[in-house]
């Protein structure tokens, strides 16, 4: 075999290594932290969806929202349609930068598909450089299909505790004490963090909870967590939302799709402060950041075999859960979102 013809197979090698490894990673992520919400960040706040939740001592802040139903801006907005403008992707830019990128891709792909290597159609590139051009330009493709993999399915909802429009608003005024939750800390005192949206004051009127209230939300993440685990999308239908229970029902069919089951046990609340509460439109809020504990199994529902994880071993969870309620109506779960230590 001739030395062209060698380093030709050779980076046709490492692109295809490169390949597995990135499929490897995205079924992995599918599958990793399978627990209800799957590690994601999820749901509606109200009109304080798109705006950070007040820190608390259980958890300094929030990861912000990943898929929701509502929207960002108005509709009509100045923003919006500035959106809506802006060329979407790496290789949908326009002019020289968007010419150039997609004939290297093009001429490197028709290269691939000939056998004369990935830049055949781009003259006599090869060595060292050719390689890593190579690898860079196999690493963004598979860049931008783990991000489209990742927000796929963001469904629209035409009713339901979560799905009212909302507008991005800024957190910029104290949230009030920071109560405890369950078994938590009894530091209080805890000032809002919240990163501006629009410059506009959050919507809403504080609310004042109860101790019965707080005894809620430690029994709702009990019920959430153990009617996932058992597929039970019924017992899920009374305890969140209509938007929450879309979202997790589309992670239990994935599973189910892939003969899995995620088993969560003996879940137990650990810490909790009061985030946020408030009313709007008729509707309660509450966010509360949870340190949790729960044993969190990955089966194949044919054979019980163990996929992933310890049904003997339990694992800690710091998250922020949001729930709502209609006036005089029972709280339910209507966002979740991962804390950050």
């Known amino acids: 075999m001739s030395k062209p013809s060698r380093s030709r197979s050779a980076a ?38 798109w705006s950070t939740p007040a820190p608390t001592p259980t958890a300094p802040s929030a990861q912000p929202m990943q898929r929701s139903a509502a929207p960002q801006t108005q509709p009509g907005s100045a923003a919006t349609a500035a959106a809506g403008a802006r060329p979407g992707g790496f290789f949908n830019r326009g002019g020289f930068m968007g010419g ?6 093009g001429a490197g792909l028709f290269g691939l598909l000939m056998g004369s290597g990935f830049f055949s159609g781009l003259g006599s590139l090869s060595g060292i450089l050719g390689l890593l051009l190579q690898v860079g330009l196999i690493f963004i ?27 991005r608003s800024a957190l910029d005024g104290a949230a009030g004490p920071s109560a405890p939750l369950g078994g938590g800390s009894a530091t209080a005192g805890v000032a809002a963090g919240g990163r501006a949206g629009f410059g506009s004051a959050p919507r809403g009127r504080p609310l004042t909870l109860q ?18 685990g058992r ?30 089951q995620n088993t969560l046990t003996d879940v137990k609340l650990l810490q909790g402060d009061l985030s946020e509460a408030w009313s709007e439109d008729g509707r309660d809020y509450a966010t509360v950041a949870m340190r949790y504990e ?44 991962q804390g950050r230590v």
């Not at 932290?33 to 969806?49: L, P, Q, W």
């Open 12 to 49: 046709l090698r490492v692109a295809l290594a490169a390949l597995f490894v990135a499929a490897s990673c995205v079924v992995a992520m599918d599958f990793a932290e399978a627990r209800a919400g799957r590690s994601m960040n999820m749901g509606s706040r109200g009109s304080r969806t």
């Open 100 to 105: 150039l990128m997609g004939g290297l891709l």
């Open 141 to 167: 493709v598979v860049r931008l299909v783990m991000g489209w993999l990742r927000n796929r399915n963001q469904p629209s909802f035409a009713g339901g505790a979560g799905s009212q429009p909302s507008q």
């Open 211 to 228: 101790a019965s209230d707080f005894d809620a939300f430690e029994q709702r993440l009990g019920d959430v967590q153990g009617a996932y």
């Open 231 to 260: 597929d039970d999308r019924a017992a899920l239908a009374q305890v969140t939302t209509p938007e929450m229970l879309a979202y997790l029902g589309e992670d239990l069919d994935d599973l189910a799709r892939d003969g899995l």
């Open 294 to 337: 729960l044993k969190d199994a990955t089966i194949e529902r044919a054979t019980g075999r163990l996929v992933q994880g310890d049904p003997d071993r339990a694992t800690q969870v710091i998250e922020f859960w949001t729930f709502a309620r209609e006036s005089g109506g029972a709280w339910k779960l209507s966002a979740i979102q």
